[in-house]
């Protein structure tokens, strides 16, 4: 049976609960940490707005910014100014300079500077065993998630 991008991610009629709510039926199941439910919260939200075409997709987005833009003659052609305008702003969306809630919703992309990288410069020298089976242990010494406490969330 057909089903909608709405219906494959929200469920249908009784018989298809949808991929969202089996998400967090996992992430119950597990007994997910508040801080990663809270996170896995905002992007099914986010997903979900797309799929239920609360929010545009980005294919529509930039077919609106070029129907828009000043210099579209309405003849399918994407000139070097329109493009290059396009890849401006779509710039300035991802450093976060530029709002586009129709897109994003109420995601909000913190800018970016320079001023915020790492001071230490990434060194480009080889990694040894040794180093590699010190960082594993250190990892697999974390808590797993069903060993922590469980937070109050509503599914």
């Given at each position: 049976?057909?089903?909608?991008?709405?219906?494959?991610?929200?469920?249908?009629?009784?018989?298809?609960?949808?991929?969202?709510?089996?998400?967090?039926?996992?992430?119950?199941?597990?007994?997910?940490?508040?801080?990663?439910?809270?996170?896995?919260?905002?992007?099914?939200?986010?997903i979900e707005?797309?799929?239920?075409?609360?929010?545009?997709?980005?294919?529509?987005?930039?077919?609106?910014?070029?129907?828009?833009?000043?210099?579209?003659?309405?003849?399918?052609?994407?000139?070097?100014?329109?493009?290059?305008?396009?890849?401006?702003?779509?710039?300035?969306?991802?450093?976060?300079?530029?709002?586009?809630?129709?897109?994003?919703?109420?995601?909000?992309i913190k800018?970016?500077?320079?001023?915020?990288?790492?001071?230490?410069?990434?060194?480009?020298?080889?990694?040894?065993?040794?180093?590699?089976?010190?960082?594993?242990?250190?990892?697999?010494?974390?808590?797993?998630?069903?060993?922590?406490?469980?937070?109050?969330?509503?599914?």
């Amino acid at each position: 049976e057909e089903m909608t991008m709405d219906e494959i991610m929200t469920g249908k009629g009784d018989y298809f609960p949808g991929l969202i709510p089996l998400v967090y039926a996992y992430l119950d199941h597990i007994q997910c940490d508040s801080v990663t439910m809270e996170r896995m919260t905002k992007y099914l939200d986010f997903i979900e707005k797309r799929a239920t075409g609360q929010l545009i997709t980005p294919a529509t987005w930039i077919r609106n910014f070029i129907r828009s833009h000043e210099d579209y003659k309405f003849d399918s052609v994407v000139s070097d100014s329109i493009a290059y305008d396009l890849m401006v702003a779509c710039k300035e969306i991802g450093e976060g300079k530029r709002a586009a809630p129709e897109l994003l919703g109420d995601i909000e992309i913190k800018p970016i500077s320079a001023s915020d990288a790492y001071v230490k410069k990434l060194e480009s020298k080889r990694v040894n065993n040794g180093q590699i089976i010190s960082l594993l242990e250190r990892y697999s010494e974390r808590k797993a998630f069903a060993q922590t406490k469980p937070s109050e969330y509503q599914i």
